[in-house]
C-alpha cells in the first residue's frame, strides 16, 4: 500500500474522531435568531434552503471530523511509497546490519582482513540510511563468553555505527544463514508491534560467502517489503594453508615417545611449507612438507620425549611460513600423562632364555630403557605366586603357565574386580582344565589342544577391527604390520556359550580365534591363543611385537584416575565433560592457558558429568583441580572446528535460488543496491502536507462555521 | 456641514430625544440648506407680493414697499394659508422593528416615521397649514383635527411623544377609516412600511383620492429589510404574528429582495395609476427627501 504510517500505533488516536461528533451533538449551534417583519418575502424557495442548510450543517461536522483525522494521522508520520513519491529516498527505513565474523573472515586481502573491510563496508551502509532510520546488529559468532552479540534496533546510528567497529572474529561461529534468519525475524517482528508497518525494511549481510557459513542454509522467504543485500567481501581464489586436524598419543615402543598426525590443506595453490612442532615450549621437530593444491595430507612426526611427571604434554603444530589467513596454521595439542604400568609376569620358567616370558618382559621393558619405559615387570615363577603379589601391579602377564590353584585363580579374580587387567598367552605348556572355568565364567570359551599348521606351511594373522583400543595403534599397516605375522602352531578355541563378553579381535587365516577381550569385573581380561616364542610364531621377532605387548598391556590395566577428561581435544565454546568415578560434586579448578591463569567454576552439569566451561580462545588449557580426593591436573586443547577456515565458496545462484529477495552484491555502492532501495526509501514522509491539510480544513471548517454560525453578517 | 444640516441624518437626530428639538432642527436645517438647493423659490418665508385691492385687510399692506414705492402692496402668502394637512402614522409593531444585525445608530422605522411626522408638523404650522393626525395599526388609535395655531404643535408633538409601535397592522382599513372620518378635501400624507395586501392598499388610497384627497405615500422600510445584511443561519421571526422560520440568509437574500423588490415596483405602480405620490424611505436615508416630497407636493397643487 502506497501510505502507510511510521508511527501506525497512534493512529488508535483517530477514535478521537467522535470527539467533534460528541462536541457537535452537544453544542449544536442554533440559528441566531432576528425579527424581520418582511418575513413574507422569504417563503419562496425555503423548502430547498432547509436542505441547503442540512447540508452545510453536515459539511461542518465532516470538516471537523476530518481535521481530527488527518491531525492523528499526521502525528502518526504518514509516508507515501509510489511513483507519486518526490524526493525519494527520505523515507526512514528499519535496517539490520548482519555481520559474519566466522573465523574465514580473518583472510587478509589488501592490507585488511575481510572482516575489516565488512566493517568499513556496514559502518557505510548505515551513515547512508536515511534520517530517522533505526538500526540493528546480527552477528553470526558468540562474544568472547559465549555471548550473542546481536544489538536491538536503535535510532542512534552512530552508536551502532562504534558496535560494528568492536566486532571481532569469533571462533564461536554459528552459521550466517542462521544470522540471516535472525534478522529477517528481527524486522518481522519490529513490523509486528503494534501494527509499525512503516519501514521499508533493508537487510545487509557481509559475509565472505564460505560454504561452511552458509552450509545450513535452507530455503527461507524474506518478510514484506524487506530487500536483502548480501554483501561478498571474499573472492573466489584463496591462497591459505591450514591444518585441518592434529591428533597426539604416547607410544611406548621401541621406546616412549608422542606420535602426532596432522592433516595439511592447501586452498588453491599447492606448495612446500615448513611445518613446526613444539611440545612443552620448546621446538620439537620441523619440517618441509608438499602440500597438493585442493587435496589433503597427512603427515605423522614421531617425538621422543622424556615423560614429565604426572602432567600433560602440550604444544602445538604450526605452519611457520605466513599466509593470508593465519587462524588456522597452529593447532594445539594436549597429550595426557602416560602412567607406567606395573606388570607382573608369571611364567613357569621365568629364567628361560628366549622363553615366552623373556620376549614379553622384554618388551614391556627393555633394559636399555630400565625406569624409563611405559612399564615396569617383575618376574615371577608361576608357582611361587600368591594373591598378594598383586597389590601393586597393575597388569597380570600370564605366560606358559601350566595351571594356577584354585586359590590363585581366587585372588586374581578379585584383582580383576578391583579393576586389574589380565593378558593369558595360553601356549602349549597350558592345561586346559586349569584355565577353562575360567574362561568359561567369563569368556564363554573353553581351550583345547594345539593345532598346527601343515607341514611348511603357516597361518596369518588377520585383525578383525582397528578400533579397538588396544590395536588402535597398528590401523594403517602402522607399528611394523602386525598382520603379517605367521603362526606354526596355536590353541585351539572354541565357544561353549553365547553368555560373556568376549570380543574377538583377530583371527588365523583359518578362521580360528587368536586374541579375544573381555571386562571381568572392573578390570580386563585379554585371551592370546598363542605362546610368544619364535619356535611356533615369528611374531616375538617382528616389529610390531612390543607396541602390541605394550597396547594390550596398557589396554588390560586400564588405569583411570578418579578425575579425568574422556578426551583432550575440543572445539572453541565445546564443553569439556569430566569423568568422575566417585561423583565428587562441584569443583574449585584453576584454569592456566598459554596466557594467563584463572579460577573458573567447575560445575556440575549434570548429575554425574561435571563440566568445565573453558573460555574463547585458541590455546592449551590446565585445569588443576582441587576439592577431589587429591589434586589432579587435567589438560586440553582448544581449536578450531575443521570446517570454519575452509574457504570453498558457496555458489551465488544457490544462495539466490534459497533466499527471495536477495541480491548478491560486491559492493554497497553498487548500481543495483541504490536501484533496489527505491522500493524500500522510495517514499516520503507526508507530514507536512497532513498538516496542510489539516490547517485548510480547519480554516475552511472555521470560515464556513464563521459564516454559517457566527458571523453577524454583513451591514 | 453646516450646523442644522447635520439634523437632517437619522443617526445624529436620534440623539435628540426631545421630539419638538428634532422637529426643529430638521426643519432649520432643511431650509438652510434650501439656499443652496435645487428648490430655491418654494420657501415658506418667501414673499410674493401683489397689488393691494379694496377690501384687502390694512395689516397685510406692506408698508415698507409703500414707503420706497408710494405703491401699495400686501404679502401673498398670507391670503393663501388654507391648506389642511393630515398625517397618518402608522404605530403597528412591525414600525417598532429594528434589526440586531444593523449597527445600533439606526432607529426605527416608527421612531423614523415620527420624526418625519414631528418636521412636517412643524414644516406646516410653520406657513399656517393646518395640520391634523391620525396613528393607527389595525384601526384608528389617535385622531387630531386639522389646527393652525402654534400650540397646536404642541398636541401633535405630545400625540407622537406617547404612542409606541404595538399590535397587528391593518393599513388599507386604517385607511378606509380615516377616509370616512376627513372631511374637508387636503393633503393626506401616509406613513407606514404598508406591510399589506397590494389590492387593499390600492382601494384604501383610490377611497383617500375618491375623496378629493391629494396623497403623498411615505413608504418607510428598515434598512435591514431593505438590504437584507443577514448572514449564515437565521431564525427570523415576525414581530407581529410570530411566525418564525429558519433560513440560509445568503441563500435566500436575493430572492428576498427580488421579492421585496417586486412588492415596491408593485405598490409604487399601482401608486402611480391613482395619482399619488410615492416616496420610498429606508431608516438610513436623510430626512430631507421626505421634506422635499412634501414641498413639491405643495407647490404642485396648493400653490
Known amino acids: ?715 | 456641514m453646516a450646523s442644522y444640516e447635520q439634523y437632517l441624518l437619522p443617526d445624529v437626530l436620534r440623539r435628540i430625544t426631545r421630539l419638538d428639538l428634532r422637529a426643529r432642527f430638521m426643519v432649520e436645517g432643511f431650509l438652510s440648506g434650501l439656499h443652496e438647493s435645487p428648490y430655491k423659490g418654494f420657501s415658506v418665508e418667501f414673499s410674493d407680493h401683489r397689488k393691494y385691492v379694496p377690501g384687502d385687510e390694512i395689516r397685510r399692506v406692506d408698508w415698507k414697499v409703500y414707503g420706497k414705492t408710494d405703491r401699495y402692496y400686501v404679502k401673498r402668502f398670507e391670503a393663501e394659508t388654507t391648506m389642511e394637512c393630515h398625517l397618518l402614522l402608522d404605530r403597528s409593531a412591525s414600525m417598532g422593528f429594528r434589526s440586531k444585525t444593523l449597527p445600533s445608530r439606526f432607529m426605527t422605522k416608527f421612531e423614523y416615521s415620527t420624526a418625519i411626522a414631528a418636521a412636517l408638523g412643524y414644516l406646516m404650522i410653520r406657513q399656517q397649514d393646518a395640520v391634523g393626525m391620525v396613528t393607527f395599526d389595525n384601526r384608528i388609535r389617535e385622531y387630531a383635527r386639522p389646527r393652525s395655531r402654534r400650540a397646536h404643535l404642541g398636541n401633535l408633538l405630545s400625540i407622537l411623544a406617547n404612542c409606541s409601535p404595538a399590535g397587528y397592522t391593518d393599513v388599507s382599513g386604517s385607511i378606509h377609516e380615516a377616509a370616512a372620518l376627513i372631511g374637508k378635501k387636503g393633503l393626506v400624507i401616509a406613513l407606514s412600511d404598508f406591510l399589506d395586501e397590494p389590492d387593499d392598499l390600492e382601494k384604501a388610497l383610490s377611497h383617500l383620492r375618491y375623496r378629493g384627497h391629494d396623497v403623498i405615500v411615505f413608504h418607510v422600510l428598515d434598512a435591514a429589510e431593505a438590504s437584507f445584511p443577514f448572514s449564515g443561519a437565521m431564525e427570523f421571526s415576525d414581530p407581529e404574528t410570530n411566525v418564525r422560520i429558519k433560513a440560509d440568509a445568503d441563500a435566500v437574500r436575493a430572492d428576498y429582495l427580488d421579492a421585496l423588490a417586486d412588492f415596491v415596483a408593485d405598490l409604487k405602480g399601482r401608486c402611480h395609476a391613482l395619482g399619488v405620490d410615492y416616496v420610498q424611505l429606508d431608516t438610513s436615508v436623510s430626512f430631507d427627501q421626505a421634506l422635499v416630497s412634501y414641498l413639491s407636493n405643495r407647490k404642485r397643487n396648493y400653490m
Open chain 1, 1 to 715: 500500500m502506497p501510505l502507510f504510517f511510521i508511527n501506525a500505533a497512534l493512529m488508535a488516536g483517530a477514535a478521537a474522531a467522535v470527539i467533534p461528533v460528541i462536541v457537535h451533538l452537544l453544542h449544536r449551534q442554533k440559528p441566531r435568531a432576528d425579527l424581520l417583519p418582511t418575513l413574507k418575502f422569504l417563503k419562496k424557495g425555503l423548502r430547498a434552503n432547509r436542505h441547503r442548510m442540512r447540508v452545510r450543517h453536515l459539511l461542518v461536522l465532516f470538516l471537523r471530523i476530518a481535521a481530527v483525522l488527518v491531525i492523528v494521522a499526521a502525528l502518526s508520520r504518514p509516508a507515501w511509497r509510489g511513483a507519486l513519491a518526490f524526493r525519494a529516498g527520505s523515507a526512514p527505513v528499519s535496517a539490520v546490519i548482519v555481520l559474519d565474523n566466522s573465523p574465514g573472515m580473518a583472510y587478509r586481502q589488501y592490507g585488511l582482513t575481510r572482516l575489516e573491510h565488512a566493517r568499513q563496508a556496514a559502518r557505510t551502509a548505515v551513515a547512508s540510511l536515511p534520517p530517522g532510520s533505526k538500526a540493528a546488529l546480527v552477528v553470526s559468532g558468540l562474544g568472547p563468553r559465549g555471548e550473542p552479540l546481536d544489538r536491538e534496533f536503535t535510532f542512534n546510528t552512530n552508536a551502532l555505527s562504534e558496535m560494528i567497529s568492536e566486532v571481532e572474529i569469533s571462533a564461536y561461529s554459528s552459521s550466517a544463514g542462521d544470522a540471516l534468519a535472525r534478522a529477517w525475524r528481527m524486522v518481522e517482528e519490529a513490523g509486528g508491534v503494534a501494527g509499525d508497518t512503516f519501514h521499508g525494511s533493508e537487510v545487509y549481510v557481509f559475509s565472505d560467502l564460505a560454504e561452511s557459513s552458509w552450509s545450513a542454509l535452507s530455503h527461507m522467504r524474506s518478510p514484506e517489503e524487506t530487500v536483502t543485500f548480501i554483501v561478498d567481501v571474499g573472492d573466489e581464489r584463496n591462497e591459505n594453508f591450514r591444518i585441518v586436524e592434529a591428533q597426539a598419543a604416547w607410544r611406548g615402543a621401541p621406546q616412549p615417545h608422542i606420535q602426532i598426525t596432522a592433516t595439511f590443506e592447501g586452498s588453491d595453490l599447492g606448495a612446500t611449507r615448513l611445518v613446526e612442532i613444539h611440545l612443552d615450549g620448546a621446538k620439537r621437530a620441523e619440517r618441509i612438507i608438499e602440500v597438493p593444491a585442493g587435496a589433503a595430507r597427512n603427515e605423522t612426526f614421531e617425538i621422543s620425549l622424556l615423560q614429565t611427571a604426572g602432567e600433560p604434554v602440550q604444544g602445538w603444530v604450526a605452519l611457520a611460513d605466513a599466509d593470508p589467513l593465519r587462524l588456522d596454521n597452529t593447532f594445539y595439542l594436549t597429550v595426557p600423562p602416560r602412567r607406567t604400568t606395573r606388570c607382573l609376569v608369571l611364567s613357569d620358567s621365568p629364567r628361560e632364555l628366549q622363553g615366552g616370558a623373556f620376549y614379553v618382559a622384554n618388551a614391556l621393558e627393555p633394559p636399555a630403557l630400565r625406569g624409563e619405559a611405559t612399564a615396569s615387570v617383575r618376574l615371577r615363577a608361576a608357582g611361587d605366586f600368591t594373591p598378594r603379589d598383586l597389590q601393586d601391579t597393575d597388569c597380570l602377564i600370564l605366560v606358559g603357565v601350566e595351571s594356577l590353584s584354585g586359590a590363585a585363580w581366587e585372588g586374581i579374580e578379585d584383582f580383576l574386580e578391583r579393576g586389574g587387567g589380565l593378558v593369558m598367552f595360553l601356549g602349549a605348556p597350558s592345561r586346559p582344565q586349569s584355565y577353562n572355568p575360567f574362561l568359561r565364567r567369563h569368556f564363554g570359551i573353553e581351550i583345547g589342544q594345539m593345532s598346527t599348521a601343515g607341514e611348511g606351511e603357516t597361518s596369518g594373522f588377520s585383525v578383525l577391527s582397528f578400533d579397538h583400543p588396544a590395536l588402535a595403534a597398528f590401523a594403517g599397516g602402522r607399528q611394523g604390520r602386525i598382520t603379517a605375522t605367521r603362526f606354526h602352531a596355536w590353541r585351539s578355541i572354541r565357544r561353549v556359550s553365547e553368555e560373556g563378553h568376549a570380543a574377538e579381535l583377530a583371527r588365523l587365516t583359518g578362521g580360528e580365534p587368536v586374541l579375544l577381550a573381555s571386562p571381568v569385573g572392573n578390570g580386563r581380561a585379554v585371551v592370546a591363543a598363542f605362546a610368544p616364542r619364535p619356535s611356533i610364531t615369528d611374531f616375538p621377532l617382528r616389529a610390531s611385537f612390543v607396541p602390541f605387548v605394550n597396547e594390550i598391556a596398557s589396554w588390560a590395566s586400564g588405569i583411570s584416575g578418579a578425575l579425568s577428561l574422556s578426551r583432550s581435544d575440543f572445539f572453541v565454546g565445546e564443553a569439556v565433560p569430566l569423568s568422575d568415578e566417585r561423583r565428587a560434586g562441584p569443583f574449585q579448578a584453576e584454569v592456566s592457558t598459554p596466557v594467563d591463569s584463572r579460577p573458573v567454576e567447575l560445575s556440575t552439569a549434570s548429575e554425574y558429568e561435571p563440566i568445565i566451561f573453558h573460555p574463547y580462545a585458541l590455546g592449551n588449557y590446565l585445569a588443576r583441580v582441587e576439592g577431589a580426593a587429591d589434586r589432579t591436573v587435567l589438560g586440553f586443547s582448544a581449536n578450531l572446528p575443521p570446517d570454519e577456515t575452509s574457504l570453498a565458496r558457496i555458489s551465488a545462484e544457490r544462495l539466490e535460488s534459497a533466499l527471495e529477495n536477495t541480491i548478491i552484491v560486491t559492493d554497497v555502492t553498487d548500481r543495483r543496491v541504490s536501484e533496489a532501495r527505491s522500493a524500500t526509501r522510495g517514499a516520503r514522509e507526508i507530514f507536512d502536507l497532513f498538516i496542510i491539510a489539516a490547517i485548510v480544513l480547519l480554516a475552511l471548517e472555521a470560515w464556513i462555521a464563521n459564516r454559517f454560525y457566527r458571523a453577524g453578517g454583513g451591514g
